[in-house]
């Protein structure tokens, strides 16, 4: 059986959708009536968009919305623009799989690509549409920001059941830190990433 690589009927919808999920609220669920509601994207083009921010990995199986839907929202442009790069990566994977530069082809070889791990002909209407898809989504995409992880605000209130006091002494601040690990084999870059984080967050 032919790979598959999503795409979407109407590919100019999903910029709509992408600019107003930066500006919604993220939604405890991501279904159709938030994306009529909300994104402003109507009939069955609307329907379409959960399914295909799915398959990138924005919204999980559940409709949840996931920590790359949460990076995308990031008004810091390397951060939102490296998530989506990594949404089109996990997506697309089996173009990546046969060219992992599949991102910096020109419109011809993606085209090419995309026909031999679909199994297509070149002129079927699916080939154009997974094109027009991908090129659209690659605009919100950074593939060269190295913004991969992030530092959470510290909590306004503790967390723990214990008596707060009114002595300075006694106050504390907690932090979380979200790590994105980069996708690679090379134990060394872990060792440096963890090596960084003792010698400037952890220790003292």
Same mark, same amino acid.
């Given at each position: 059986? @032919? ?11 999903l910029?709509? $959708? ?13 279904? #159709?009536?938030?994306v %009529?509601t909300k +994104?402003k ?13 799915k398959?990138?990995?924005?919204? $999980?199986?559940?409709?949840? #919305?996931?920590? +790359?839907? &949460? ?5 810091n442009?390397?951060v939102?623009?490296? =998530?989506?790069?990594e949404?089109?990566?996990?997506g697309?994977?089996?173009l990546y799989?046969v060219?992992?530069?599949a ?15 679909t199994? %297509?002909e070149?002129?079927n209407?699916?080939?154009?549409? @997974? %094109?027009?898809?991908?090129k659209?989504?690659?605009?919100y995409?950074d593939? &060269?920001?190295? =913004? ?6 510290p ?12 002595g !300075?002494?006694?106050?504390?601040i907690?932090?979380?830190i979200?790590?994105? !690990?980069? @996708?690679?084999?090379?134990? &060394?870059?872990?060792?440096?990433i963890?090596?960084? +984080?003792?010698?400037?967050? %952890?220790?003292?």
């Amino acid at each position: 059986m @032919a790979s598959k690589v999503p795409y979407l009927a109407s590919p100019g919808s999903l910029g709509t $959708a992408l600019d107003r999920i930066k500006s919604a609220a993220t939604p405890p669920n991501v279904n #159709p009536d938030f994306v %009529l509601t909300k +994104l402003k994207v109507k009939g069955g083009t609307g329907r379409q968009i959960p399914p295909f921010l799915k398959k990138i990995g924005l919204v $999980a199986g559940d409709g949840t #919305p996931t920590g +790359l839907y &949460e990076r995308f929202r990031n008004s810091n442009p390397a951060v939102s623009g490296a =998530a989506i790069a990594e949404a089109i990566r996990y997506g697309y994977a089996p173009l990546y799989e046969v060219n992992e530069y599949a991102h910096e082809l020109n419109n011809t070889d993606l085209k090419g690509l995309i026909v031999q791990v679909t199994g %297509l002909e070149e002129d079927n209407r699916v080939v154009e549409l @997974a %094109l027009s898809t991908f090129k659209k989504l690659k605009t919100y995409a950074d593939f &060269e920001s190295d =913004a991969t992880a992030e530092v959470a605000a510290p909590p306004r209130e503790a967390s723990s059941g214990a008596p707060r006091t009114a002595g !300075l002494r006694d106050f504390r601040i907690g932090y979380t830190i979200n790590l994105n !690990l980069p @996708a690679t084999t090379n134990v &060394e870059v872990y060792n440096a990433i963890f090596k960084s +984080l003792r010698a400037n967050l %952890l220790d003292g």
